[in-house]
């Protein structure tokens, strides 16, 4: 049988950037109706091929190929009129305009000067019902979930008349149900002989997608899979260079004395249920339910993020009014929240600022930052953390995603804090810097730090907890010890299956 034609072509593509070469001559192909899985650790090199083949950067060498004939991607612009689209992980939209304006945002169509709006809605319903997205075209995108936004892009892309969609992590802040609308689209989009890369670190979705697998490692060619080879292990083994079969190396201890307890916690989102728990120093729980349950809301509330309506919190004996994050830090907690880009680091600045900020008043002397002590900061949690950097110096947004969420960590730990609050610490980064927070983690606890998370990965939650709770809208549905965890005792618990019956 006949392949299909090849559609993108990409041969020794390099990319380097000041203290690093991100691309050494990276090569892949992908044809028409073909999903291609692009996978590898945070640091590959694969945001940056996604990024060349977009038109976003130019490689400072190498070739790029569409339908065969070599062409030059100057701009985002020569991209999309190749039919080359990507769907980025933060969503490109205005949330200000409406569904059709975004659509044709930068391309608007015009009559007698003015923007056809009666023609942008027309055209705009027809590339929705393309994606099965059944909202208004008139509908204010800031209204819409991040499963509809996400399904607004690819609109966007199919308005282009694109060929080539190159999907970044798409599924990193949907809901299941939203994922497997995305993936419905797909396998449609497919079907019609359009060409998808999709990278992502969640391996079950690269096997049950992809046809075809492309590794990435140190910004080098690691190796293919075809359909048949595509294996979680065969993938880990490829990415990281090792088998990681000491992946969730959990060891319980004894733990020491209470060092969070909270009692009749009400947050704004759920005042109407009242949160109690305990957290010992050296234990760490995980708090485990779907999305809507209220987890990030109970940890924001405990860090003084969005203040708690009512509710007692102690941290080792002491109680706490965590009005702001100041009132937390100064008791002794820290939070590592879910979108470390917005709420986490300060992108533009350097990994030695980043690391110092939480800090500052403490290495202060006389209002002047102590440059000799921050710089010895940034050094040792480098050092300890790991951190892959040319240098202090490096501004964050130049670091992989794994290793923007170690300087996050690196701020926090700065200050010795009895409790750790970590709200989906592994999102968005692959498994081998995965494994590295989980040691991270492991060595914290055994250090008698008292550490809370919260985790939508039930492999995480197993793998990593003394105990869980689990939440389901708004309230503490049950407990389990780790003797007591399993997949369906948490899932009955999250669904509240008794209180539904």
Request: net charge negative; no cysteine.
């Amino acid at each position: 049988m006949t392949p299909p034609p090849l559609l993108l072509q990409a041969t020794g593509l390099i990319k380097s950037y000041p203290g690093v070469r991100a691309l050494k001559g990276v090569s892949l192909t992908l044809r028409r109706g073909e999903v291609l899985a692009v996978i590898g650790e945070n640091g590959a090199g694969k945001s940056t091929l996604m990024k060349i083949l977009a038109g976003v950067q130019q490689p400072d060498g190498g070739s790029i190929a569409v339908d065969g004939r070599e062409v030059r991607l100057s701009s985002v612009l020569d991209a999309q009129a190749l039919g080359i689209a990507l769907i980025h992980q933060e969503l490109n939209l205005a949330d200000n305009l409406d569904v059709a304006a975004n659509i044709f945002l930068g391309r608007e169509r015009l009559k007698r000067g003015l923007i056809d709006t009666r023609r942008h809605l027309e055209d705009a319903r027809v590339h929705l019902a393309a994606v099965g997205l059944s909202v208004d075209p008139a509908t204010s995108v800031g209204t819409l979930s991040l499963g509809q936004q996400q399904l607004v892009e690819i609109a966007k892309a199919l308005s282009v008349d694109a060929r080539v969609l190159i999907f970044d992590e798409p599924t990193s802040s949907l809901s299941s149900s939203e994922a497997a609308n995305l993936f419905r689209v797909i396998e449609e989009l497919r079907s019609r002989g359009v060409g998808i890369v999709y990278i992502s670190h969640r391996l079950g979705e690269v096997k049950a997608l992809a046809d075809r697998v492309v590794v990435l490692r140190d910004g080098e060619n690691a190796g293919e899979l075809p359909k048949s080879g595509i294996e979680h292990n065969a993938m880990v083994r490829m990415m990281v260079g090792r088998d990681l079969s000491q992946f969730y190396a959990h060891e319980p201890h004894p733990p020491g004395p209470v060092a969070l307890e909270v009692d009749g916690l009400r947050t704004a989102a759920h005042p109407e249920h009242p949160l109690s728990f305990r957290v010992h120093a050296g234990e760490i729980v995980g708090v485990a339910g779907l999305v809507g349950a209220g987890r990030t809301e109970m940890l924001e509330a405990l860090f003084g993020v969005t203040p708690p309506v009512a509710g007692v919190v102690r941290v080792a004996g002491v109680e706490v009014q965590p009005e702001s994050p100041r009132d937390a830090i100064r008791a002794g907690l820290a939070l590592v929240p879910e979108d470390r880009k917005r709420q986490g680091v300060i992108l533009q600045m350097a990994v030695r600022e980043n690391v110092s900020l939480a800090a500052l008043q403490r290495d202060s002397r006389h209002g002047f930052l102590d440059r000799v002590r921050e710089d010895g900061l940034a050094a040792a949690m480098i050092g300890s953390l790991r951190i892959k950097t040319p240098s202090a110096e490096q501004p964050v947004q130049f670091l992989s995603g794994g290793n923007q969420q170690k300087v996050v960590l690196g701020k926090w730990l700065a200050m010795k804090p009895k409790v750790l609050l970590l709200d989906e610490p592994t999102r968005g980064i692959d498994v081998g810097a995965k494994h590295e927070i989980y040691r991270l983690m492991e060595d914290l606890a055994r250090e008698g730090v008292a550490i809370l998370f919260v985790s939508s990965e039930l492999e995480e939650i197993l793998g990593l907890s003394d105990r869980t709770l689990v939440l389901h809208e708004g309230r503490i549905t049950g407990e389990l010890s780790r003797n007591a965890l399993s997949e369906e005792a948490v899932l009955h618990l999250a669904t509240d299956t008794e209180a539904l019956a």
